[in-house]
């Protein structure tokens, strides 16, 4: 089975913090995805990457940035928390059918 | 541009009733379509998925869905919903060489006892 994980599953910081999410799939996947999740609005894509060293804005990029140096590892960095990043955050991967395998998410409050 | 639609927010049903949640895409060659569940507090986990071929595709959890092309549809159907069925449901839609699937605003499952 492919497991995603995703290093914390409720985090608290205050406005200005620099924080980071860490996401991490065991399958060897090509793609990772960001996503944060709230209500009414669904799923919004943040970043995306399709291979190492590489990356891709989503729909919502600003105020976050992304990393990754190695394949199987996916960082979502927000460089001065807000409180309107307030939110969960679903980490992704996936091969070349499409298909999505999640992360439990992250929960994080900033305030 | 492929967009989702899943008309329904919030679906109301008894525990051992049938249900249905609709979903409508907008795609212009042949999709690739996905259900996901999420429970509370969880990520998704894909239920179905449909590529080509059969158009009634079976998924885990008793689940499955029915691609009909005329009408742009990809419903999810479960003959009798259990209690443990209460989540969100989510479709997607993806294909044409992008790997970034489209998803659905989501349909809220309440389950009654």
């Known amino acids: 089975d492919v497991k995603v994980t995703q290093s914390s599953r409720y985090l608290v910081k205050r406005t200005g913090e620099k924080v980071f999410l860490e996401c991490v799939q065991d399958?060897?996947?090509?793609?990772m995805f960001w996503y944060r999740q709230d209500p009414g609005l669904g799923l919004r894509l943040i970043y995306f990457?399709?291979?190492?060293?590489?990356?891709e804005k989503g729909d919502i990029p600003e105020g976050y940035s992304v990393s990754r140096e190695k394949k199987e590892r996916f960082s979502l960095i927000l460089e001065s928390a807000s409180t309107n990043q307030t939110s969960m955050y679903l980490c992704?991967?996936?091969?070349?059918?499409?298909?999505?395998?999640f992360g439990p998410g992250t929960r994080l409050t900033v305030t | 541009a492929q967009s989702v639609t899943q008309p329904d927010i919030h679906i109301t049903v008894s525990e051992g009733a049938s249900l249905e949640l609709r979903c409508n895409y907008s795609?212009?060659?042949?999709?690739?379509l996905f259900w996901y569940v999420q429970s509370p507090g969880q990520g998704l986990q894909l239920l179905l998925k449909?590529?080509?071929?059969?158009?009634l595709v079976q998924g885990i959890k008793g689940f499955e869905a029915e691609f009909k092309r005329s009408q742009s549809s990809f419903n999810l159907r479960k003959p009798s919903v259990h209690w443990s069925d209460a989540a969100e449901y989510f479709c997607?839609?993806?294909?044409?060489?992008?790997?970034?699937?489209?998803f659905g605003r989501g349909t809220s499952l309440i389950v009654h006892p």
């Open positions: 795609y212009g060659a042949t999709p690739y």
């Open positions: 992704a991967s996936s091969f070349l059918t499409y298909e999505q395998y």
């Open positions: 399958m060897d996947h090509e793609n």
């Open positions: 449909y590529f080509s071929g059969d158009t």
């Open positions: 990457s399709y291979d190492v060293k590489m990356k």
């Open positions: 997607a839609v993806g294909g044409g060489g992008s790997y970034i699937p489209t």
